[in-house]
Structures are given as structure tokens and as C-alpha cells.
């Protein structure tokens, strides 16, 4: 009888620790979130050269940064799978239409999602058009390990028109606001 009492207490306490709300430092959906909002904007004279990213994209077709050299870009990592990136999708279709004929190119960095047909689908279901690398050893994402390495997913460089690293967004909750006004500031900065 006490090892009974026993099961259901533990029993209960794992159903307790399961359905709790938790803090805002656990991860879920398999992400790491950044917990918060973190923009790193690097001083002009600061900035090193972004890596030229080169790989298939999600049609399968090779895609280069280096396609879209002179002009101001932003690089996101995100997975469909992770529950912040899709919240932040709708913030990067707004800014990546308000800014299309801005010289400003987007370009996502899919990571961690093996079927890329996942991918293609929340991308037509959210209207995003621009282009992403397929990611999936997560190779590219580490081509910015000597400038402003990610950390967390979703992830948002700002790469300026010369090429330089300038900004890094961790934010769980990017607004269109956000980005389009660090895109402002690496322009600005950067003419």
C-alpha cells in the first residue's frame, strides 16, 4: 500500500511539473530562445566582413549572398518547428516588402528541419517570398562565429552594404518596428 502512495505522489508531481507554466528560461518546441530582446549593433569602424553564404535553397537551386553584393542584408535563422520564428514571420514579410525596393534583400536560414517541404509550406502559407538556405547541418549558421555568433533561435543579421556584420537581433518577439529600425541605423551608418 505505501508503494502505491508512493507512485501517485510521484506520479502526481511529474503531472504538476509537466502542465506548469514554467519560467521564461526553459526551452520548448526544441529551440533555444533568447529570453528577451538582444540587438548588438556594431560601431562602423567595428565591423568585420560578413561570410559569403553559399548553398541550395529551399527550390533546391544554388543561392549566394554574394548575388546580392552592394546591398543591405538580413539574414534569419528560423525552423518552422520553432514556435518564436513563427511568431516573427508576419514582422519579416512586413518589412521585407516595405524595404524591397530599399536595396534591402532578405534571406532566410532554415536550420534543424530535414524536410525542407515543411519549410515551403509555412513559407506559402505566410506569404514569405524571399529566398532561404536550406541549413540543415547548420554549417552557414556557423560562418558567423567571428563576428556576432548566434546564439539562439531565431536569429536576424543585418549585413551592410559593404558587406560588414552590422547588427544581430535575438529578439522573442521582433516587431516590424524593431527590425526596420535597425535597418534604418545600418543604412544610415553605412552612406
Same mark, same amino acid.
Given at each position: 500500500?505505501?508503494?502505491?502512495?508512493?507512485?501517485?505522489?510521484?506520479?502526481?508531481?511529474?503531472?504538476?511539473?509537466?502542465?506548469?507554466?514554467?519560467?521564461?528560461?526553459?526551452?520548448?518546441?526544441?529551440?533555444?530562445?533568447?529570453?528577451?530582446?538582444?540587438?548588438?549593433?556594431?560601431?562602423?569602424?567595428?565591423?568585420?566582413?560578413?561570410?559569403?553564404?553559399?548553398?541550395?535553397?529551399?527550390?533546391? !537551386?544554388?543561392?549566394?549572398?554574394?548575388?546580392?553584393?552592394?546591398?543591405?542584408?538580413?539574414?534569419?535563422?528560423?525552423?518552422?518547428?520553432?514556435?518564436?520564428?513563427?511568431?516573427?514571420?508576419?514582422?519579416?514579410?512586413?518589412?521585407?516588402?516595405?524595404?524591397?525596393?530599399?536595396?534591402?534583400?532578405?534571406?532566410?536560414?532554415?536550420?534543424?528541419?530535414?524536410?525542407?517541404?515543411?519549410?515551403?509550406?509555412?513559407?506559402? !502559407? !505566410?506569404?514569405?517570398?524571399?529566398?532561404?538556405?536550406?541549413?540543415?547541418?547548420?554549417?552557414?549558421?556557423?560562418?558567423?562565429? !567571428?563576428?556576432?555568433?548566434?546564439?539562439?533561435?531565431?536569429?536576424?543579421?543585418?549585413?551592410?552594404?559593404?558587406?560588414?556584420?552590422?547588427?544581430?537581433?535575438?529578439?522573442?518577439?521582433?516587431?516590424?518596428?524593431?527590425?526596420?529600425?535597425?535597418?534604418?541605423?545600418?543604412?544610415?551608418?553605412?552612406?
Amino acid at each position: 500500500m505505501r508503494t502505491l502512495r508512493v507512485m501517485v505522489a510521484v506520479g502526481a508531481l511529474v503531472l504538476l511539473a509537466a502542465c506548469s507554466g514554467g519560467g521564461r528560461d526553459r526551452n520548448t518546441d526544441g529551440y533555444v530562445g533568447a529570453n528577451g530582446s538582444f540587438v548588438t549593433v556594431v560601431p562602423v569602424k567595428d565591423r568585420k566582413p560578413a561570410p559569403t553564404l553559399e548553398g541550395d535553397g529551399l527550390d533546391g !537551386k544554388p543561392l549566394s549572398t554574394a548575388d546580392f553584393a552592394g546591398k543591405t542584408l538580413v539574414i534569419n535563422l528560423w525552423g518552422p518547428w520553432c514556435a518564436p520564428c513563427r511568431a516573427e514571420a508576419p514582422a519579416l514579410k512586413e518589412v521585407s516588402e516595405q524595404y524591397a525596393d530599399k536595396d534591402v534583400q532578405f534571406i532566410g536560414m532554415l536550420t534543424r528541419t530535414p524536410d525542407t517541404s515543411s519549410a515551403i509550406a509555412f513559407n506559402r !502559407k !505566410k506569404g514569405i517570398t524571399y529566398p532561404s538556405f536550406a541549413d540543415e547541418g547548420g554549417s552557414l549558421e556557423l560562418e558567423f562565429v !567571428k563576428t556576432l555568433p548566434t546564439q539562439a533561435i531565431p536569429t536576424t543579421w543585418v549585413i551592410d552594404a559593404k558587406g560588414r556584420v552590422a547588427a544581430r537581433i535575438m529578439d522573442d518577439k521582433l516587431s516590424a518596428s524593431t527590425l526596420a529600425g535597425v535597418i534604418d541605423d545600418v543604412q544610415k551608418s553605412t552612406s
